[in-house]
């Protein structure tokens, strides 16, 4: 039951990257991330869950589906949802790499509601764990991985969303004597890629999106490693609905239990670009292929994933785990 309720989910990643996939270099981002709102939306009808939106496109108000507390699915299970439809729209938009369509579930009342705010953040891979600390500083955090990885400092890389808000954090970085790998969008890339072996990324740091953060900690739970962060408030109502929302931890440290409080959280993502992690979406006459990740903090495995779709007949598999 629970591999087939990560393939259903799996097709709703696979339907948002087809779909967005169309709008790859054409300069349109905000066509490119409907197209994948749209298609996530659609492919959820298919799915027997009685599915939460927790984290999704914004309040009711603001997006006409995928809005925080939208109900998806057909009836069942009841599960907590979390998506990013589009992680890069500009990146889909102008032919870069790493974009993806991302989700990630869990059993209800699990996933913290993130509030549409920033968040700092820090994320390292399994061998390097408990080498970190949201509240400590760049330094300290690139010397005690590279400890931890028995690397140089030279030779580790960090990545960093490439803001004006982090031109002391880069500074500090290269001071420290750290590679950077800068980024124009999709953190939650960023994040789990140090996670994965082959992105040739070690280390994230930095001020992002609130909601990503709660994606990129389900994807460490299932992977290992370590995910922290501590909201960066803009102004006071952002604060006083996170406390309606009932959001935990609001001004102290947001550790991987606050943020996914659960064993049993999955992460699903299909690239739309080619990336270090993912190959984007290819179309060819009859049909197109994706490749997508798996993750499932239950069963503790990684499954990367190859998915031909043909025109008028049954889509089939290769597995690569």
């Known amino acids: 039951m629970r591999t087939t309720r990560i393939v259903e989910m799996l097709e709703v990643t696979e339907s948002a990257a087809l779909a967005a996939g169309r709008w790859m270099g054409k300069g349109d981002k905000h066509a490119a ?52 439809p589009l992680e890069g729209t500009n990146l889909t938009a102008y032919g870069q790499s790493n974009s ?20 700092n953040k820090i994320a390292v891979g399994p061998d390097a764990a408990s080498a970190v600390h949201i509240d400590a500083s760049p330094t300290e955090n690139i010397r005690n991985v590279a400890k931890a990885l028995k690397r140089d400092v030279e030779d580790l890389v960090v990545c960093i969303l490439d803001r004006e808000r982090h031109i002391e954090l880069i500074k500090e970085v290269r001071a ?16 789990v890629a140090t996670a994965i072996e082959g992105t040739g990324i070690h280390l994230y740091l930095g001020i992002g999106a609130a909601p990503e953060g709660v994606l990129a900690c389900a994807a460490m739970k ?4 370590t ?33 996914v409080n659960t064993d049993e959280a999955a992460f699903i993502a299909t690239g739309v670009t080619d990336g270090e992690m993912l190959r984007g979406v290819k179309y060819f006459g009859h049909g197109a292929r994706t490749n997508s990740v798996a ?20 889509k089939f598999w290769v597995r690569m785990d």
Not at 100 to 119: E, S
């Open 227 to 259: 995910f922290m962060g501590r909201f960066a408030w803009r102004n006071p109502e952002e604060k006083a609905r996170a406390v309606e929302m009932g959001t935990c931890n609001i001004d102290g440290v947001l550790d991987m239990d606050c943020l």
């Open 295 to 314: 993750m499932d903090a239950k069963t503790k495995t990684v499954r990367f994933i190859d998915t031909i779709y043909r025109t008028g007949e049954e």
């Open 176 to 191: 420290a004597g750290a590679r950077i790998r800068l980024i124009s969008d999709g953190d939650v890339f960023g994040a």
């Open 100 to 119: 993806l369509a991302v989700l990630a579930f869990g059993p209800k009342g699990t996933l913290l509601h993130a509030p549409d705010t920033y968040m």
């Open 33 to 84: 991330d409907d197209a994948a709102v749209e298609g996530m939306r659609r492919a959820f009808n298919d799915v027997e869950i009685d599915g939460t939106i927790v984290i999704g496109e914004g309040e009711r108000d603001e997006a006409p589906m995928l809005y925080i507390g939208e109900k998806v699915g057909k009836g069942g299970e009841g599960i907590d949802i979390a998506v990013d």
């Open 222 to 225: 299932c992977i290992g490693g």
